[in-house]
C-alpha cells in the first residue's frame, strides 16, 4: 500500500482590526475588512498532517489526539476544493495519481487551548488546507489558496501569511476577489512584541457564527460601524503599519476592539465576551499608558475574554515590568527570567488579586507565515502517530 503524506504548520493571528459578521454564510464573506498582526509558531501554532492513499475509503480527521471525523460543513467544503484543482492537474496529466479521487487522513494538534477565543479556527483550517495542497502539488498561489481557507473559518486566511495581514472583504457574490494579502512582511516591524493573558480556557458561551448572526440581525450600531468606522480605519490602520508608528497603530487597535464589543453589547441578547478581569486588564493598560504621557501598549480582546497586549521591544521592560508586578504568580514568565531584574517597578496602583482570574501568560512575538516541517503527525500507514 502506497501512502503519500504530507505535513504544515500554520500560525495563529490575532485582528488589530476586528472581522464581525457575514455577508455569506456559507462563503464566510465577511461585512467587512480586517487586520492582524501574525504570532511567532514556537509560542502558538497548528501542526497538520495530511495522508492519502488508494486504500483510503473516506476521509478522516483526528484534533488533539481525538478522532473527529469529517462532520462540519466547512470542512467539508475545504476539502471538496482542495480536490476539484487537484483533479484539474490529474485531467491535465495522466500519469499523476488520483489523489481526487482518495480518502484523505488529517490529523492535527494545536501547541495552544482550543476554542478558547485564541484563534484556534483560523491556525487550524489554515494548516488543514496547506497541508493537503503541499499533499496535492497544488500551483496556486497563497492568496488564493488563501480563500479556500476563508470557507472554513474567515480568519484562517489572514493565517496564510507572516507579519502584518490584511483581509480584504471583496464585492464579489462569488467570493472571488475576498482574499488575504500582506500589508508587510515581519521585517518591516521585527520590534511589535504580544503577550496574551489567557483569562479562560473554557469555551465561548456564544460561539463566532452564532454571535455574528445575532449582531447583523439586531445590532444598531453594526451598520454604522461596517459602513463609517471600519473603511477609515482600515486604511489609517495599513498607513500606521507601514509608517511603524505604534502610537496610531496602538490607538486604533484598542478603539476598534472597543467597537467590536459594543456592536456584540448591542445585540439582542447582548452577547458578553469580556469578564471582570477582561475590564481591569484594559484599565491597567490605560493607566501605564496615561502615565507613560503616550500608548507604548495596546489591548485587544477578539471573541472571548483573552487580552491580547501589543508592545514594541524597547518598551518591554515598562510593560512587562508594569504586567509582571501584578500577575507573576501567572505561570508563563520562564522565557524572560533573565529580563526580570530589568523589568521596571511601576507605582500603578492595581487590584492585587486580579492575577486569579488569569491562567497563564503566553509572551510571543510578531512572525513569519505557514512553514514546512519535515514533522508528521501519521505513520507509514497513514493514521496517527
Same mark, same amino acid.
Request: aromatic fraction near 8%.
Given at each position: 500500500?502506497?501512502?503519500?503524506?504530507?505535513?504544515?504548520?500554520?500560525?495563529?493571528?490575532?485582528?488589530?482590526?476586528?472581522?464581525?459578521? @457575514? +455577508?455569506?454564510?456559507?462563503? %464566510?464573506?465577511?461585512?467587512?475588512?480586517?487586520?492582524?498582526?501574525?504570532?511567532?509558531?514556537?509560542?502558538?501554532?497548528?501542526?497538520?498532517?495530511?495522508?492519502?492513499?488508494?486504500?483510503?475509503?473516506?476521509?478522516?480527521?483526528?484534533?488533539?489526539? #481525538? &478522532?473527529?471525523?469529517?462532520?462540519? &460543513? +466547512?470542512?467539508?467544503?475545504?476539502?471538496? =476544493?482542495? @480536490?476539484?484543482?487537484?483533479?484539474?492537474?490529474?485531467?491535465? =496529466?495522466?500519469?499523476?495519481?488520483?489523489?481526487?479521487?482518495?480518502? *484523505?487522513h488529517i490529523v492535527s494538534e494545536n501547541n495552544f487551548p482550543t476554542a478558547a477565543g485564541l484563534a484556534s479556527s483560523a491556525a487550524g483550517f489554515a494548516a488543514l488546507v496547506l497541508a493537503i495542497a503541499k499533499?496535492?502539488?497544488?500551483?496556486?498561489?497563497?492568496?488564493?489558496?488563501?480563500?479556500?481557507?476563508?470557507?472554513?473559518?474567515?480568519?484562517?486566511?489572514?493565517?496564510?501569511?507572516?507579519?502584518?495581514?490584511?483581509?480584504?472583504?471583496?464585492?464579489?457574490?462569488?467570493?472571488?476577489?475576498?482574499?488575504?494579502?500582506?500589508?508587510?512582511? *515581519?521585517?518591516?516591524? !521585527?520590534?511589535?512584541?504580544?503577550?496574551?493573558?489567557?483569562?479562560?480556557?473554557?469555551?465561548?458561551?456564544?460561539?463566532?457564527?452564532?454571535?455574528?448572526?445575532?449582531?447583523?440581525?439586531?445590532?444598531?450600531?453594526?451598520?454604522?460601524?461596517? @459602513?463609517?468606522?471600519?473603511?477609515?480605519?482600515? &486604511?489609517?490602520?495599513? #498607513?500606521?503599519?507601514?509608517?511603524?508608528?505604534?502610537?496610531?497603530?496602538? =490607538?486604533?487597535?484598542?478603539?476598534?476592539?472597543?467597537?467590536?464589543?459594543?456592536?456584540?453589547?448591542?445585540?439582542?441578547?447582548?452577547?458578553?465576551?469580556?469578564?471582570?478581569?477582561? @475590564?481591569?486588564?484594559?484599565?491597567?493598560?490605560?493607566?501605564?499608558?496615561?502615565?507613560?504621557?503616550?500608548?507604548?501598549?495596546?489591548?485587544?480582546?477578539?471573541?472571548?475574554? %483573552?487580552? *491580547?497586549?501589543?508592545?514594541?521591544?524597547?518598551? &518591554? %521592560?515598562?510593560?512587562?515590568?508594569?504586567?509582571?508586578?501584578?500577575?507573576?504568580?501567572?505561570?508563563?514568565?520562564?522565557?524572560?527570567?533573565?529580563?526580570?531584574?530589568?523589568?521596571?517597578?511601576?507605582?500603578?496602583?492595581?487590584?492585587?488579586?486580579?492575577?486569579?482570574?488569569?491562567?497563564?501568560?503566553?509572551?510571543?512575538?510578531?512572525? !513569519?507565515?505557514?512553514?514546512?516541517?519535515?514533522?508528521?503527525?501519521?505513520?507509514?500507514?497513514?493514521?496517527?502517530?
Amino acid at each position: 500500500m502506497s501512502v503519500y503524506t504530507a505535513s504544515a504548520t500554520a500560525p495563529v493571528n490575532i485582528a488589530t482590526l476586528k472581522y464581525w459578521g @457575514k +455577508r455569506d454564510k456559507t462563503l %464566510n464573506l465577511p461585512t467587512n475588512s480586517s487586520i492582524s498582526v501574525t504570532l511567532d509558531q514556537q509560542d502558538l501554532r497548528t501542526l497538520t498532517s495530511a495522508a492519502t492513499s488508494a486504500d483510503f475509503q473516506k476521509d478522516n480527521l483526528w484534533l488533539n489526539g #481525538k &478522532e473527529e471525523g469529517i462532520k462540519g &460543513e +466547512r470542512t467539508i467544503a475545504c476539502i471538496k =476544493d482542495l @480536490k476539484r484543482l487537484r483533479k484539474e492537474l490529474e485531467d491535465a =496529466d495522466s500519469s499523476l495519481p488520483k489523489f481526487s479521487e482518495w480518502g *484523505v487522513h488529517i490529523v492535527s494538534e494545536n501547541n495552544f487551548p482550543t476554542a478558547a477565543g485564541l484563534a484556534s479556527s483560523a491556525a487550524g483550517f489554515a494548516a488543514l488546507v496547506l497541508a493537503i495542497a503541499k499533499l496535492y502539488k497544488l500551483p496556486q498561489l497563497m492568496s488564493e489558496i488563501s480563500k479556500i481557507a476563508r470557507k472554513g473559518s474567515g480568519s484562517a486566511c489572514r493565517s496564510l501569511f507572516g507579519g502584518y495581514v490584511a483581509w480584504e472583504m471583496g464585492e464579489a457574490q462569488d467570493g472571488l476577489d475576498s482574499k488575504a494579502v500582506e500589508v508587510a512582511p *515581519v521585517d518591516h516591524w !521585527p520590534l511589535m512584541k504580544a503577550a496574551i493573558l489567557v483569562v479562560s480556557d473554557d469555551k465561548k458561551d456564544t460561539p463566532l457564527t452564532t454571535g455574528m448572526q445575532s449582531t447583523v440581525a439586531t445590532s444598531d450600531l453594526f451598520q454604522y460601524r461596517i @459602513k463609517e468606522v471600519v473603511p477609515k480605519r482600515f &486604511e489609517e490602520m495599513k #498607513k500606521a503599519i507601514q509608517e511603524r508608528d505604534f502610537e496610531v497603530f496602538g =490607538d486604533l487597535t484598542m478603539k476598534d476592539s472597543n467597537s467590536f464589543h459594543a456592536v456584540c453589547l448591542d445585540s439582542v441578547p447582548p452577547i458578553f465576551y469580556l469578564n471582570d478581569t477582561s @475590564k481591569k486588564i484594559i484599565k491597567l493598560i490605560h493607566k501605564l499608558n496615561e502615565q507613560e504621557g503616550k500608548i507604548i501598549a495596546a489591548y485587544t480582546f477578539d471573541a472571548g475574554p %483573552n487580552a *491580547v497586549i501589543y508592545y514594541e521591544e524597547h518598551n &518591554e %521592560n515598562k510593560v512587562l515590568g508594569l504586567i509582571h508586578k501584578y500577575f507573576h504568580q501567572v505561570p508563563g514568565w520562564d522565557k524572560v527570567a533573565h529580563k526580570k531584574a530589568n523589568f521596571k517597578d511601576s507605582d500603578i496602583e492595581f487590584d492585587t488579586e486580579a492575577y486569579k482570574g488569569v491562567s497563564r501568560i503566553i509572551l510571543t512575538k510578531i512572525g !513569519p507565515g505557514p512553514q514546512d516541517t519535515n514533522q508528521a503527525l501519521v505513520n507509514e500507514q497513514g493514521l496517527p502517530k
